[in-house]
């Protein structure tokens, strides 16, 4: 080697050794899985917060040995200040563990400023959690705050006080209505560290995300199946990405029923990491919601084929097997105009199609699972939140039993 090259060569190395050292963590490649997921939604109002502590209480699906939280600033028009966050074990209510408590940073930083339209995570904060358990996640913000970015349906809790609390053992709880009715801001995914476990997202609309069912208390089908799973040894972890009211082709009738899932696929699927699988449950208010100003009628039966079959195409492209699931029964529905006898020929047409198609790399029959056999098209009354369209605890318990688990014998090999 030259003497000029030895010089160059030394020089290159000086250089690197002053660059400074990284976090550990960064430094090793970590097997992240998403363990809880919110899709973003747009508020539709221009609510603002300023000085208070929000307390998300979260059910995990997989445990691990470290988490980092993903924060959303999907719908937002202008940057998003978040203080302060921290992670615990919640104990119960709005209680938790002081000895669980972290703070999370982003980039070394105990506060993050998120962009419009973009999201962001956490630094990775060593902290071991179990599967189906509990995490509350604290925040401060200062403020004001636009709520323009939230999830409409609060699986878990949401407590609030003013001033940051986010550290307190027992959050002195002060309101719990923040201006945007029972859905909480900003908060989209906790993602955890394991050796192996890989995602299933359960990707649909309020039947998915939980409408009608008793919050707080992992009732909804995704967080029923992932236990069973869990009992059966397959290390699957179940992420909720359902939006209530949402369509399959168009998006939805008003703001909170959010992006349309064509649409919002490759956010809230294709962009997680080590996603395996997907079930897919959408289609229904695509039937039974009248024309928005984005779509000029209800939706033909080739138009959900066609919108099925894209996002099938997209999945396995990626390597993620597709699951399609039947569209449930919505006879005598309450909600005014949603039903009409020719909704429900193309809703045959179209579970005829699904349970016979090659598109998918398996069907789950939830319509079978939920109908009246009395009286086909109609949801069992035992089943039915008294709406006549949205399932209760006991049907989404049905519906997390009738999936056949043999269906993923390949994730026990993988």
């Known amino acids: 080697m030259s003497v000029l090259n030895r010089r160059a060569l030394m020089s290159g190395l000086t250089s690197l050794s002053l660059l400074p050292a990284l976090p550990a963590f960064a430094r090793t490649a970590q097997h992240w899985t998403p363990s809880w997921y919110a899709a973003p939604e747009p508020s539709g109002n221009k609510a603002q917060i300023e000085d208070l502590t929000l307390r ?21 028009d202008t940057p998003l200040r978040i203080d302060e966050l921290r992670v615990a074990k919640r104990v119960d209510g709005a209680r938790i563990d002081p000895q669980s408590d972290r703070a999370a940073t982003f980039n070394g930083q105990t506060g993050v400023t ?5 999201y962001v995570l956490s630094d990775p904060i ?10 509350a996640l604290s925040l401060y913000v200062k403020g004001p705050a636009a709520l323009t970015t939230l999830h409409e349906i609060q699986r878990g809790a949401l407590y609030v ?15 719990t209505d923040i201006g945007i009715g029972n859905a909480f801001p900003w908060m989209s995914g906790v993602e955890v560290v394991t050796a192996r476990t890989q995602a299933l997202v359960a990707f649909g609309d309020s039947i998915t995300d939980g409408f009608g069912i008793t919050p707080d208390q992992g009732k909804p089908w995704p967080d029923q199946f992932s236990e069973r799973l869990s009992a059966a040894n397959i290390p699957l972890s179940v992420v909720n990405a359902g939006i209530s009211g949402n369509r399959l082709l168009n998006h939805g009738t008003w703001a909170r029923f959010g992006t349309g ?56 492209a990626h390597g993620i097997r597709v699951y399609a699931a039947t569209l449930t029964p919505f006879k005598g529905t309450t909600f005014k105009d949603y039903y009409a006898d020719e909704k429900e020929t193309r809703r045959v ?27 086909p098209g109609w949801l069992l009354k035992a089943y039915d939140v008294k709406d006549g369209l949205h399932p209760n605890d006991a049907g989404a318990a049905k519906m997390a039993q009738s999936i056949p688990l043999d269906a993923f014998n390949w994730a026990r090999k993988s």
């Open 161 to 175: 006080t003013g001033g940051r609390e986010t550290a307190a053992a027992e959050l002195p709880v002060a309101r």
């Open 126 to 135: 060593a902290l071991t959690v179990e599967a189906h358990a509990d995490l």
């Open 56 to 76: 998300q209480i979260v059910r995990l699906s997989a445990g691990g040995s470290a988490v980092r939280i993903r924060l959303s600033n999907a719908y937002g």
């Open 349 to 375: 047409a179209l579970n005829a199609w699904i349970r016979q198609s090659d598109v998918f790399d398996g069907v789950f029959d939830f319509d079978k699972a939920l109908d009246d056999p009395a009286r």
């Open 114 to 118: 998120i962009p419009p339209g973009a």
């Open 261 to 316: 899932a064509l649409a919002r696929f490759d956010r809230d699927v294709l962009a997680q990491p080590n996603v395996a699988a997907v079930v897919l449950l959408i289609g229904i208010n695509d039937l039974g919601h009248a024309a928005g100003p984005d779509s000029a009628g209800y939706a033909p039966l080739e138009a959900l084929k066609m919108g099925l079959t894209q996002i099938a195409a997209r999945a396995q």
